[in-house]
């Protein structure tokens, strides 16, 4: 196969000076699916802004079908054919699927072309979805179909604008493994058709299932380029990381206790008023980890702020060692022994406009150690501080340095470092993982097992189902505001049963689930 794209030493500083990519190669052969891997930082994302014409380079050459490019913004970019689908939809939620499809480039009619023609689209956007099996409903409202089918909407928009080079971030992050069939399936059958995909992946399993070739890279350099067939998940890890990586949990056995957290006949409205929590019951022991698992909107969010403090209830008690939670606020709640990992760590995990230091001693600083007649003790914070750092392993070279400007992974970092440094009773960990890379996981999720062997209960919410079963030691399942199922994690359990629960296809009935 001939080089449909080459990116050849491609370097992008910042006006900080912070070194994104420092002569990045990358070759795409026409009619393949690359996989482009790295750790968090490593400078995936901002070489694929350089590609869609979101950032510049600061040096280097683009050559796209052997001749030199250069795309100063997205529009240049579609117009040679070069498609991007994000990880987080860009899409409008109260329009129809032909509507988003098409948003932008309408057909019109009527005099002087004032009107969108409505009929052209949805036929326009049925043809494009039947040919390339990307089935979508054209008529239905984007607010009431699946993650998986919003998915879809997404490729097409890119297909309908003329892409054959498609990028896509994180395309199953939030899929179920059934959603993650139909979109492999859907993007083999566009290879066959002669496109091209760049596949951006945190996930080695769906690296080794779907990519022809794999390029690595880390610290803003290109590692190499590996034929997929010709490799496996170790050697890719550990030229990600620089190490060997355990790519599996190790744990022991749980022990669990006393029930630490019961919630019982729960429920919960969204913003908009409907009840997003359904009469949501279960228990939390110390030293067990109850993971729950599901498509992201079936109520998670709701659940997860009605008990740190964040959300009122509709009705149900939510109790934490006896005490009813009910008129403390998120400070009381906090200040009863509950750390919370927040799944937005921008807007509720962490402060980007403070300094790494004063996100970590959030819960620190009216400790005695700290705070002497309300004057902080700047040595022993600052001394708090770097144990933290060094021990969480966030890559930044002082406290004093803004959150905001650490990457994604290190961000994270921050928050684990301060909800599991206050050896919280109950951990409620919702998305830990997210958006983080292989070995900044391996670390998250051998300090989240060693909280549950101290005696934490943990309570761990997850898109990700691999991370759901590989820490939990029971797994509930919600569906549509419902917990469906309660499951022992036992080796007869796999992904496609509790996929099925998922997606609503099997339920429990209520009275034979155990809490």
Avoid: W
Wanted: with cysteine; proline share 2%.
């Amino acid at each position: 196969m001939a080089d449909l794209l080459e990116m050849k030493n491609i370097h992008k500083t910042y006006p900080n000076g912070t070194k994104a990519n420092q002569g990045v190669n990358l070759k795409i052969r026409e009619g393949e699916i690359h996989a482009l891997v790295g750790e968090n930082g490593a400078g995936k994302s901002t070489l694929m802004k350089i590609l869609f014409g979101l950032e510049q380079p600061t040096d280097g050459e683009l050559r796209y079908k052997g001749q030199p490019v250069t795309f100063h913004n997205p529009k240049d970019a579609i117009a040679h054919g070069i498609g991007m689908v994000h990880q987080h939809f860009m899409l409008v939620p109260s329009f129809t699927v032909a509507e988003n499809i098409v948003l932008g480039i309408e057909k019109r009619r009527g005099p002087l072309s004032l009107f969108t023609d409505r009929k052209a689209a949805v036929k326009s956007v049925q043809q494009l979805s039947e040919s390339y099996g990307l089935r979508v409903q054209a008529e239905a409202k984007v607010e009431t179909i699946s993650v998986g089918q919003k998915q879809r909407v997404e490729i097409l928009k890119a297909l309908y604008r003329g892409a054959r080079l498609l990028i896509l971030d994180e395309p199953t992050a939030v899929l179920t493994p059934q959603e993650t069939d139909e979109l492999f399936v859907a993007l083999r059958q566009l290879v066959t058709q002669g496109y091209t995909i760049i596949f951006i992946t945190h996930k080695l399993r769906e690296v080794m299932e779907i990519s022809d070739r794999v390029t690595v890279l880390r610290a803003g350099k290109t590692i190499g380029t590996l034929a997929t067939k010709e490799t496996n998940k170790e050697e890719i890890s550990r030229l990600m990381v620089g190490r060997d990586v355990l790519l599996r949990v190790e744990k022991k056995a749980a022990n669990p206790q006393d029930v630490v957290l019961a919630v019982e006949n729960l429920s919960v409205a969204d913003n908009r008023g409907s009840i997003a929590v359904k009469q949501l019951s279960f228990s939390v022991r110390s030293g067990e980890i109850f993971g729950i698992a599901g498509v992201e909107g079936n109520g998670q969010t709701e659940l997860v702020e009605a008990i740190t403090g964040l959300r009122a209830r509709v009705g149900g008690s939510v109790r934490f060692l006896q005490q009813e939670l009910t008129g403390l606020d998120v400070l009381g709640i906090r200040n009863l022994g509950i750390g919370h990992i927040p799944e937005d760590r921008q807007s509720r995990g962490a402060c980007l406009t403070a300094s790494i230091q004063e996100n970590l001693i959030l819960d620190l600083y009216r400790q005695k150690a700290f705070n002497r007649g309300g004057l902080l003790h700047q040595a022993n914070l600052k001394q708090k501080v770097d144990e933290l750092i060094a021990h969480y392993d966030i890559r930044t070279k002082s406290g004093d340095f803004l959150a905001g400007s650490l990457s994604g992974g290190n961000l994270q970092k921050v928050v684990i470092a301060r909800e599991l440094s206050k050896d919280p009773k109950l951990l409620v960990a919702s998305q830990p993982t997210r958006g983080v890379d292989i070995g900044a996981i391996e670390f998250i999720h051998r300090e989240i097992i060693r909280k549950r062997d101290e005696g934490s209960a943990v309570l761990l919410i997850s898109a990700e189902l691999s991370e759901v079963m590989s820490l939990s030691d029971r797994i509930g399942v919600m569906y549509n505001g419902e917990l469906v199922a309660i499951l022992e994690n036992n080796h007869a359990l796999t992904e496609e049963e509790i996929g099925f629960y998922m997606l609503g296809v099997k339920k429990h009935e209520k009275k034979a689930m155990g809490s």
